[in-house]
Nanobody, 123 residues
Framework: QVQLVESGGGLVQAGGSLRLSCTASGHIFSRYPMGWFRQAPGKERDLVVA????????TYADSVKGRFTISRDNAKNTVYLQMNSLKPEDTAVYYC????????????????WGQGTQVTVSS
């Protein structure tokens, strides 16, 4: 059974930082490309970052480049999204996702999704 479990969301002031975590089933974490997506109220779900299991490819959305960074803890089957210099427009529900195809992540159509975690940035 595939599981993606996010945590770490919350309320933060503009300019602040948060770190999101996504713990994945072992076979997903070690083999599948994964990504972070976000969906703000009334908007489509957008890609934040996609990355391969090897780390050979990473794709960040232009809106988060230089502010958000992914990292991995292989011993914990966990990926992290470090979000710095947060802006009110970063407010959204953030989802962890995975798919056997990197292209599916880039196309915003991964097969596996977590339940989401709310991030709210106040001005």
């Amino acid at each position: 059974q595939v599981q993606l479990v996010e945590s770490g969301g919350g309320l933060v002031q503009a300019g602040g930082s948060l770190r999101l975590s996504c713990t994945a089933s072992g076979h997903i974490f070690s083999r599948y490309p994964m990504g972070w997506f976000r969906q703000a109220p009334g908007k489509e779900r957008d890609l934040v970052v996609a990355f391969t299991s090897s780390g050979g490819s990473t794709t960040y959305a232009d809106s988060v480049k230089g502010r958000f960074t992914i990292s991995r803890d292989n011993a914990k089957n966990t990926v992290y999204l470090q979000m710095n210099s947060l802006k009110p427009e970063d407010t959204a529900v953030y989802y962890c996702a995975a798919d056997a195809s990197y292209s599916a992540l880039l196309a915003r159509r991964p097969y596996y999704w977590g339940q989401g975690t709310q991030v709210t940035v106040s001005s």
